[in-house]
């Protein structure tokens, strides 16, 4: 079950290097403003917290893939730390996402369920 906790750990981290993409490089681009339903006005005016934003989900994709790495190399505790606060805090965010905007549901569930997963099956692993 680790193992496959740890491959939703990876897709998680992959996901939210993707949304630093879309965040940080594309956001005014017309795919990522339909993405985001945000119009060319909306996305010139909140470039910049984009761009910070988007720091924000690519450092918690380092924290993961770094924390995955390290319990490759045997170190099993302090890679699972940095794993679980990765998506921990991705899960997080999910939460306050839908919580603050419940119209953006899909895109909580979306952001939310890899780190979730991988939660729930790291966690069950460490029981066995």
Same mark, same amino acid.
């Given at each position: ?6 491959? $939703?750990?990876?897709? +998680?981290?992959?996901?939210? =290097? ?13 795919? %990522?403003?339909?993405?985001?339903? %945000?119009?060319? /006005? ?5 470039? /910049?917290?984009? $761009? ?9 994709? =380092? ?20 794993? $679980?606060?990765? =998506? ?18 899909? +895109?909580?569930? %979306?952001?939310?369920? $890899? ?14």
């Amino acid at each position: 079950m680790g193992f496959v906790g740890l491959f $939703f750990a990876v897709l +998680a981290a992959l996901l939210h =290097v993707y949304i630093w993409v879309m965040e940080s490089l594309t956001w005014t681009s017309a795919r %990522t403003r339909a993405t985001f339903g %945000t119009s060319e /006005e909306q996305a010139v005016a909140t470039k /910049e917290l984009a $761009f910070n934003q988007g720091f924000y989900n690519l450092f918690l994709a =380092v924290v993961t893939l770094t924390g995955i790495v390290i319990a490759g190399t045997g170190r099993h505790g302090i890679g699972l730390a940095l794993v $679980f606060s990765g =998506v921990g805090s991705m899960l997080a965010a999910a939460v306050v996402l839908v919580l603050s905007s419940p119209d953006k549901k899909r +895109a909580a569930v %979306t952001q939310g369920i $890899f780190p979730l997963l991988a939660i729930v099956l790291i966690g069950y692993g460490l029981t066995l």
